[in-house]
């Protein structure tokens, strides 16, 4: 069964950066992969993805601020985040896309002053 770990996270200020890391037990070659996140009281939603061909697309609200990028072996994949607000408080978790394995513990991510 593959196994997610991600990583990174922390309590920023508005306006930092940080680098979310989603290690994998296993290649990810061939297969689609995202990040999605879950704020208190609210439902996970997808944040970006990327395919196999490194195309990405990501949530409004992320577009500019946010990148995701891939390494295929070993399987890892990363999300910079930067211009961090408040609104992006959240645990963070990655998974295929669409979504097909179990959840990893994910990763807090605080943004406040």
């Known amino acids: 069964q593959v196994q997610l770990v991600e990583s990174g996270g922390g309590l920023v200020q508005p306006g930092g950066s940080l680098r979310l890391s989603c290690t994998v037990s296993?290649?990810?070659?061939?297969?689609?992969m995202a990040w999605y996140r879950q704020a208190p009281g609210k439902q996970r939603e997808l944040v970006a993805r990327i395919t196999t061909d490194r195309s990405t697309k990501y949530l409004d609200s992320v577009k500019g601020r946010f990148t995701i990028s891939r390494d295929n072996v070993p399987g890892a994949v990363y999300l910079q985040m930067d211009s961090l607000k408040p609104g992006d408080t959240a645990v963070y978790y990655c998974?295929?896309?669409?979504?097909?394995?179990?959840w990893g513990q994910g990763t807090q991510v605080t943004v406040s002053s």
């Open positions: 998974n295929s896309y669409p979504k097909t394995g179990s």
């Open positions: 296993g290649t990810i070659f061939g297969i689609y």
